[in-house]
C-alpha cells in the first residue's frame, strides 16, 4: 500500500540569517528580530511522541477501522501500544477521502473507511503510536487508471503480476510523488510514521517481459534507496519518522527486487523484515522445516538483518507471524518469536494476521 522544498529552502534561509546576527555586534537588534522573525516562518516539527521502547503492535486494515468500536477494541488489548493502520494498501485503495490527494480522488482510490485526523486522535488519546502503511509500487487503481505510470509489456499494455496486478513504475518520480502526497496527508492528519511497504520491484509475474520506461542504468537497490531518501527527506521536517518493510530473507542474499538492508539502514528510522518462519522453505539457515521452529528461524534472520544493517540509523523491528498456513497458530509459537525478537535486541516487533484476529496474551508475553 503514497510544497515542502521552499519551506525547507525557507529554513535554510532563516537558520542563516540566525547565524549572520550571531556574529553582529550587540548593538545591532534590529537584525536579531528580523533573524527570530524569519525563523518563525520556518516549518516546526509538529510534537509528536517518541516511538515506545518496545514497540509492541498489530497490523489493522481499513476495511477493519471502519467497523465502529474495532479500534476500540484493538486498543483495549493489553500490552498493546502500538497499531499499523493501512493508509494505501495493495490494492491501491487510500482509506480515507478527506485529505486524500487530488490524484487520489481523480482515479477512484479515495475511500472513506475512516477519518484519518479523527481516528489519530482517538488513538493517541489511548496512548497508542499510530505508523501509516503506504504501499508503494504494486497498485493496480494508478496503474489501470494512468497507463503511463506503470510497468508495461513489450507490446506496450499495463504489466500485471500472476495475480493479475498491475504494478508502477519505480523509476517514475511521478509515482515517487504520488505515494508521497499521500503519505504528507497521513502524517498532517497526525500519523507519527510512515512505513513504506511493497517499496520493491516485482517478485512475481512474467518479470522477463516487463518494461521499465526511463530505465537507469543502475542497481535495483539504488532505485529504492533514491526513492526512500527522497521521501524521507520530505517527510522528516512535517515531524514524521520513516521506515520500510522488506523481506524476511533480503538480509541473506540479494533477492533480485532492489531491496538493501545495508543501503537503507542509513536513510530510514526502522526497518521492518517480514520474518514468518511459514514462508522459509525447508533447508532453510539449515533447518528442516523452518515453521517448526519459530523461534530459531526468526533468530536466524535478526542475525543476518543486525549484520548487515551495522553502522547504520535504524531500529530493527521485526514483523510476526500471528495466523497459520496450515496448522493452528498457538500462543507458545507467538511467544518463541517474540522472545528471538528480544535475544536480538530488537525495538520491538508486529504481528500480522491478515483477517485481525490475534492471539490473546500474545502482547503481553515476557
Known sequence: MRRTAGAIALLLVATAVAVGARG?????????VTAKAKAKKSPQLLDRPPPPAEIRGIHVTMALAS???????????????????DVKDENGEVGFHTLAPPLARQIGAAMRYYDPTKTAKALHDQGIYLIGRVVCFE???????????????????VWRNHAGLGWTNPYDK?????????AKAAVRAGFDEIQFDYVRFPSDGDIDSAVF????????????????HY????????????????FGLSATRNLGIGQSP???????????????????????????DPSAVPGRTVGRSLRDFRRQ??????????????????????????????????????????????????????LTAR
Request: hydrophobic share 35%; charged share 25%.
Open 231 to 246: 521521501a524521507t527527506n520530505r517527510l522528516r521536517p512535517l515531524g514524521a519518522r520513516v521506515s520500510v518493510d522488506v
Open 174 to 182: 511521478r509515482v515517487w510523488d504520488y505515494n508521497l502526497a499521500v
Open 139 to 157: 497498485d493496480p487503481i494508478l496503474s489501470e487508471k494512468r497507463p503511463e505510470l506503470a510497468i508495461q509489456t513489450t507490446g506496450g499494455d
Open 262 to 288: 545495508r543501503r537503507l539502514a542509513r536513510i530510514v528510522d526502522a526497518i521492518y523484515p517480514m520474518v514468518y518462519p511459514s514462508h522459509y522453505g525447508s533447508g532453510e539457515y539449515g533447518l528442516s
Open 213 to 228: 520506461p526511463g530505465r537507469r542504468r543502475e542497481a535495483m537497490s539504488a532505485t529504492i534507496a533514491r526513492f526512500v
Open 24 to 32: 553582529l555586534d550587540g548593538d545591532q537588534p534590529s537584525a536579531r
Open 309 to 362: 544493517m551495522r553502522g547504520g540509523r535504524a531500529k530493527l523491528i521485526p514483523w510476526l507471524e500471528d495466523f497459520t498456513l496450515g496448522g493452528t497458530t498457538t500462543i507458545e509459537k507467538v511467544e518463541e518469536q517474540i522472545a528471538a525478537t528480544r535475544r536480538w535486541t530488537s525495538a520491538g516487533f508486529l504481528l500480522w494476521n491478515p483477517s485481525g484476529i490475534y492471539t490473546t496474551g500474545a
Open 67 to 85: 467497523i465502529p468500536g474495532k479500534l476500540e477494541e484493538y486498543t483495549s488489548t493489553l500490552g498493546l501500544n502500538t497499531v499499523e493502520l
